[in-house]
């Protein structure tokens, strides 16, 4: 359903955090390695990625990190 926080894999966020950092101007290579960085994580730290989509489309997403006892929320983003 259109408008539910769920919880997905790094490839349906991807392309929503990839546009953004396009945007700002960053290579091709620059925008690779920050979202690769967040799979270098998950052998770590326990990486959850949460969307919300718009007719299929991925148009709000953040990334959660769980480590024991400590959470931190990252790279919330949505759509312009």
């Not at 967040?38 to 990625?49: G, I, M, P, T």
């Not at 148009?59 to 790279?75: E, I, R």
Request: aromatic share 4%; net charge negative; no cysteine.
């Amino acid at each position: 359903r259109s408008g539910r926080v769920e919880q997905v894999d790094l490839a349906a966020v991807r392309p929503l955090w990839d546009d953004d950092w396009r945007r700002a101007g960053l290579a091709d290579a620059t925008v690779a390695q920050l979202s690769d960085r967040y799979a270098l994580e998950e052998q770590v730290v326990d990486v959850r990625y949460l969307a919300v989509r718009h007719g299929g489309v991925v148009v709000a997403a953040a990334v959660l990190k769980l480590d024991g006892a400590t959470a931190a929320l990252d790279a919330v983003g949505t759509d312009p």
